[in-house]
């Protein structure tokens, strides 16, 4: 008979639930959770809290997630692995070692380092934009905030070699956490691009957790159940490559044709070419087979050779965003709204505040689709609120602009209420992508174990 | 009728870029939108929230196609200051553009 792993995902982005990950090791009969934590800006946050502490520059979820599941997710073997190591890996092992210091378990947990290379930036220089081919200019070096390489599945499966119960990396390609468990498991070659195909496109299909069991469903959403209580996805894989995908049994939401395809594209561009470090993928083929209640087989998935390089992404302080949001009621909502604009753009221009960028939205009206809103709703409006946002240099003019906004309450035109947003200036993060050579990172890539 | 009466769509970010996917109901459907939205015709209606070129790539099997429509994030979503800095909900407006079918089509309907 051929064997068989399952593999679920426990988080799908920093700030997502883990109540899923524990109903998936009480009923879930898995064998490796992986848990995403790191999103496209997530190190920006981390970088800042590093900065104020340098114990710090994990994510900090980490460590009440350990805290709910370990225990259960130990006594059973289910071994887990966390890309929340973040900008620093080490640090988020020493915290988890300290969870299981006061869970009372044994504990042996695997550290991947080598992604991050802001320090030895010199070795990859000109890096040049992945996309426009420019080189990395001084003035946007000097404001980088991270630098850090997608590295792939085989540094995780090293650290599988190791035993351990938990591996903890920093940014590796999100897909990459779910292939390395099943080759470390089936002693799949990398070379086997087959077989890397099928892995990555579990780890594709699952790595937003509930974007593919029912969350965030463009076709009939109303149609999905329980969506309070959502199962997280899991994938039944064979040796031999067959995929199955399912969920935790006795949740909430659903795993169909229809939520399986739509997470299949998910950000992909070019289906015929979805590249990661490991192997790059062609989607064209797929079929999807809906075998049962929950289960869709996926097939037809075609793997060709990964790139010569890398994918590094570079993260800099790129400006602040101030903004305020004020409301109208009905009648002529839109039109006092539009006059409180006006008067924001005259105070603006006679405090000479120096803008970059102004950006004016009516939320319930055009604020999503802009140009593109339905105009025959303008004139009839219950409400509106008007959103004044800025792109400045400086945080201080920046916060101007919600303190301009205050006085209109009373000054402006009538019916102004429900001011929300004061104080929301944001620190705005330019991101440079690029492309690095292999041997410089791998010959970095360390694996390091710490025990209790 | 409305392209979203024919299919769904979710859509989101990546770096500058929008990425929407769009799905038939129906395999009729699809040889509809197939037909019908064109990359030029999405490239157009998209036009007046400023963007870069459209590129479509079909995928049959699963009835989709999808869009790649490139700078039109002023740069990313963590340096925009949209209120959908992320382009969430492009796939909602795309879902507007209204679809010409022919007689035949709308009686299999």
């Known amino acids: ?452 | 009728m409305k392209l979203k009466d024919l299919a769904f769509s979710r859509s989101s970010d990546k770096g500058d870029h929008v990425d929407i996917s769009l799905f038939a109901y129906t395999e009729e459907g699809y040889r509809l939108i197939e037909r019908e939205v064109t990359a030029e015709r999405v490239a157009a209606y998209f036009a007046p929230l400023g963007i870069g070129a459209v590129e479509r790539f079909e995928v049959p099997s699963i009835w989709a196609l999808k869009f790649v429509i490139r700078n039109a994030l002023d740069g990313g979503a963590s340096r925009s200051i949209r209120a959908d800095n992320q382009g969430k909900t492009w796939s909602g407006a795309l879902l507007r553009i209204e679809i010409q079918t022919h007689s035949s089509e709308r009686s299999e309907d």
């Open chain 1, 1 to 452: 008979m051929t064997r068989t792993i399952r593999v679920g995902c426990g988080l799908g982005f920093y700030g997502d639930t883990f109540l899923p990950a524990l109903e998936m090791i009480k009923k879930g009969s898995v064998d490796y959770i992986c848990f995403e934590h790191l999103a496209e800006l997530t190190l920006a946050i981390l970088q800042k809290d590093r900065q104020r502490n340098p114990s710090e520059g994990y994510t900090k979820d980490l460590v009440p997630m350990l805290q709910a599941c370990w225990r259960e997710a130990s006594a059973k073997g289910i071994r887990l692995i966390s890309n929340a190591g973040g900008l620093n890996p080490r640090g988020a092992a020493e915290a988890a070692l300290a969870v299981a210091r006061e869970l009372g378990i044994k504990a042996r947990i695997a550290v991947v380092e080598g992604d991050a290379i802001l320090d030895r930036l010199d070795e990859f220089l000109p890096f040049h934009h992945m996309e426009t081919g420019e080189p990395l200019p001084e003035q946007i070096r000097q404001r980088a905030l991270f630098a850090n390489v997608y590295l792939g599945a085989q540094p995780i499966v090293e650290a599988l070699k190791t035993g351990a119960d938990l591996v903890i990396t920093g940014r590796v390609a999100d897909a990459s956490l779910f292939l390395a468990p099943l080759a470390y498991e089936f002693g799949w070659p990398f070379n086997d691009l087959q077989l890397m195909a099928i892995g990555t496109v579990v780890g594709h299909l699952l790595e937003c957790s509930s974007q593919v069991t029912g969350g965030n469903h463009g076709g009939r959403w109303e149609e999905i159940p329980d969506l309070d209580r959502i199962g997280f996805p899991i994938a039944e894989v064979s040796e031999d490559g067959t995929v199955i995908i399912t969920k935790t049994p006795d949740t909430g939401g659903r795993v169909s044709f229809d939520t399986v395809r739509e997470q299949l594209l998910y950000e992909v561009h070019d289906p015929r070419a979805y590249i990661t470090p490991d192997v790059v993928l062609d989607l064209s083929q797929v079929r999807l087979s809906e075998l049962g209640p929950d289960r869709v087989q996926v097939s037809g998935i075609v793997g060709h050779p990964p790139p010569e390089r890398y994918k590094a992404l570079l993260g800099y302080e790129d400006g602040y965003m101030g903004q305020a949001v004020i409301g109208y009621s009905w009648p002529e909502a839109l039109k006092k709204a539009k006059a409180t604009e006006a008067i924001l753009r005259r105070l603006v221009e006679r405090m000479r505040l120096p803008v970059q960028e102004i950006r004016v939205e009516y939320l319930g009206y055009d604020s999503f689709h802009g140009a593109l809103a339905d105009p025959a709703q303008a004139e009839h409006l219950n409400e509106v609120y008007l959103r004044f946002a800025v792109r400045t240099t400086d945080r201080w003019t920046a916060e101007q602009i919600s303190r301009m906004m205050v006085p209109l309450a009373l000054g402006g035109p009538p019916t102004a209420s429900g001011s929300i947003g004061f104080d929301r200036t944001r620190a705005l993060i330019g991101i440079w992508p690029a492309l690095v050579d292999r041997g410089p990172v791998d010959e970095s890539i360390r694996v390091k174990v710490l025990e209790v």
